[in-house]
């Protein structure tokens, strides 16, 4: 698995969340981890979580850190799972930041002082791969929902985000090739 | 998936790391985590982590916290990824206990303080499921490395342990459910 | 797995064929079968099963009872076995309404008299589940091939019809909640 | 998949369930399904089912008709279904010689007037492939449980059984053919 | 798996790489090779390997034996597997007919003279199967690369590239049943 | 995956066909591929290959070149076509350095001059992995069958013996890593 930060503002309109997005976008070929900055604005025509179509929820922040993951060769709910587990990665590494244990996770939702939501995510397929995309409020001004953002709420300035961002993505990367040795060195139990 | 709290002292030895070892002995069928206390002893011959037999590495602790997890239809992978999932939860449940961020997790282990090592686990496969034990050392006296306990280092009290056993078997099952429900409702991308 | 039985005149095209289709229009999440009458008559376009639109097959009735099946992470192969064994227990419950032993099965087709077509039926795959649509002729009249209706030629009231709708959703939920048990209490051989 | 009918005695201690037996002892290389008759004696360390092993069951016929199936590259779910699918033909097969509808399918097992069990089946996974036993009582004397036979009970002479024995076996095969070209031949659906 | 040599000159444009289309032109259905010449020019619309549309590739060739191959029920890694080993049946059959070690494989691309490309090849997915594409120039002019014909340069007779194409695909298919048989005689080991 | 030449002579007993052998022999942790020479002699309860239990077929050879090929997460089916594919490897690196087409494969086996036997190879399935052993004789004499040897029929010195091992492994290795790359630059087809 490889990382890339974008180093540019970049919207997130949904568009970024499908196969390949990182390898035609930034050349890096097989499984990977790219992260930017931008605004989000997801329209009803390109959410994949259906339980928000049918709420009509609307996915809409100022500014947020984004990630998209890209793993080939996997089925959705062990995605699904890999999703849950890179939003532990993300609040383990904000508790960090913060010093303090001010970040809870429910599901794949990261929560400030319990009600204040960071997040937002989403696992999906592709037909070679499965997709994730997870965004972290930085601004939480005009949020459909109550909301909590890096620079807003939490006081990060943008050289701890970009410093977030890619520690991150490198826990990602090597978790991810430690979670694979792990499945070459256990003997089977009868 | 279902959860026991086994209310007796039970060593564990590595014989509870088996298919089936939660229905034979509780009568709960199907994907399952159980939990209990007791002190841990694995002899050589019952070590599943090969890197731990090639280093003759010793499995000792004279009180632990131990859960036993066992997911039916799973792959090793995926089971590994959940492995590492399920140490987050302990973690953070750690952290929400003791009011602070204190608990460290590096890969599937936790610790405390930052070299005090707080736990054990692998994941391995039988032929119909896969297979995780995960404990937490209660007392770290006499551990074979430099190791924290819930009691003797983080000074919880026994109610204390049980009520932690007994939340993250639940966070583990609610997880579990929510990840399935997950993988219902995504549109696929192209 | 959930049973969802609409009471209200819905035409089959085909587009109920799709995934999703339960959770968007009944918000029932998850692996689901729902059953509902109406007429039948799918265009060349939605047909799913490529024999018949190499033979140019047509597929329509007056009147059928419908039901569609959606199963999550589930691979075709056994997603066709499961549409079988769907047929079976239409089979077997409408031997057990019509009190003899007059309803024959040929692969996933139904057969009254030897000849006269009862069902059709498809299984097929989205990227996410598998999807199986068996209909049932109410009527026979102005069918395309030699057919018999559960109401023209088994005499079966309309209250009849739902119940037999009701409970053969009831055996398969029972059933498929059986088989994943049956998964989890067997020892492999060796 | 082929098919044996295996001309002589053979008593059904457990040992038969197991990977490569039809290959070993016939030379049947492949997905096969073999039968015989003989009597049922398994002991406790050969039982499967550990549900049976759990409530001290026991199996025993002084007389069935066994059916072996084994197929490769398939898993314990898929397997099951299969399981559940030949109990249907092995029911439908039953009606039609019996020229009524008076054998029931409850799960895996068949009855004969609602509580004479007919039949003993279990489905287990060895690590390449999937193994299925189905026994029908031919003689019910002295059946550990209230028990019907194909003979003692339904009247059935011995070239009725291994008539029966073979349509069966001639139906999986058929309908394993089938299943596997209808994943062949549809369009996915989106 | 099947094999049709399809004896008229048919352009290939990248359609032709698509599920059941040996099926629905040619009425086989199954797994299948189908081979046929005619030019090659596939338009950057239809290319499926990514790496020739960054790189703004051409596929293009005055005449090729192509090689269409669908398999289904594989996932995507096991075609490529496939696919390689079919190029080296390519390579070995050729070695075969000029009575030399001529040709070279790289990857699943054949070359004569070390420099000279003989070959194009892509493996992919559909959602029920993999297919794959190998074409062989006839004719080497015009090239977009260095290339080599089968006529122009090695100097066959179309009557030997017939005989060619249809050893490749006998071939195919005596290693694919080979292969499927070798999955069934082996024990496991522990 | 990694790779390994053993420098000193290891006879080969089919106990190296064993789940993590080269891990825990070399500390090699992953997918690998290990050489050595040395005698072969598989006694029969070692030999997983069925066919050659029945016939009971001696496997013998006074000096080999083995290979040993450990792939975690890993079908059978897979596995084999891998195996068949190290084959052609095999033969197409030794028609290098023999500057000639002299080498044939059918199926897993090597040929020299139509009938003599160059190799054994079999792949099997370990619960979390795949196995492969593939052997070329070196001396042919007291062979079970006609055989060549590298050395005894095609003159190769040691030297170039162990530079073949390591050029293969070298092949293997960049094989499998641009077969896994292949998966992950293509679009699906619809």
Redesign the interface.
Known sequence: MKTHYINENLPYTGEA????WI??NF?I???AVAAFQGPCDVSIER?????D??NSDCIYSEKMLHFIIEI??M????G???Q??FS?IL??RL??V?????I??R??DLFFQQTKKLSVS????????I?IHTGLNVESANAPVEAAGLTSDLGLSNEQIVSLARSCMRSLVD?WK?????????????
Chains 1, 2, 3, 4, 5, 6 share one sequence.
Request: aromatic content about 4%.
């Open positions: 969340l499908a196969p390949h390898y035609k050349g070929l097989g499984d959410m994949v979580d259906l339980e179509v049918l080939f060769n089925d959705l709910r062990e699904v799972i890999m849950r587990h532990s609040q383990h508790n960090d913060l010093e303090g244990h001010v809870e996770r599901g794949d989403i696992c999906t397929k592709s037909v070679t791969s997709l978790e430690d979670i694979k040795l792990a499945t070459c060195k256990v003997r089977p139990v009868f």
